[in-house]
Nanobody
Framework: HVQLVESGGGSVPPGGSLRLSCTAS????????MGWFRQAPGKEREGIVS????????YYADSVKGRFTVSLDNAENAMYLQMTSLKPENSGMYYC???????????????????WGQGTQVTVS
């Protein structure tokens, strides 16, 4: 059973930066799709980016392209999300999620994933 723990959230002014971390344990394979999602109060979870651990280009939501960068550290079983030029609309609870296998075109859909972390809060104001 995969367990995910997010960290790195906080409060920053518009234009600021944050780096989120997601550490994973319980993997029995090196082939997982991992994603970051954002959920604003009263809204559904929105897919931000996904990345296949087996090696592939990440998929980004159009709203964050050029500002957010995802990376993996396989040795640490960790995924990072570097967020720059933050805007108030980037505020919300950020979750990492994972599923076995490739990401594919369904990556932005939250029900595509079967393991989730507890989330870390990001506030831009």
């Amino acid at each position: 059973h995969v367990q995910l723990v997010e960290s790195g959230g906080g409060s920053v002014p518009p234009g600021g930066s944050l780096r989120l971390s997601c550490t994973a344990s319980g993997y029995n394979s090196r082939r997982y799709c991992m994603g970051w999602f954002r959920q604003a109060p009263g809204k559904e979870r929105e897919g931000i980016v996904s990345l296949y651990t087996g090696g592939d280009q990440p998929y980004y939501a159009d709203s964050v392209k050029g500002r957010f960068t995802v990376s993996l550290d396989n040795a640490e079983n960790a995924m990072y999300l570097q967020m720059t030029s933050l805007k108030p609309e980037n505020s919300g609870m950020y979750y990492c999620a994972t599923k076995r296998g490739i990401c594919g075109s369904m990556w932005p859909q939250s029900d595509y994933y079967n393991s989730w972390g507890q989330g870390t809060q990001v506030t831009v104001s």
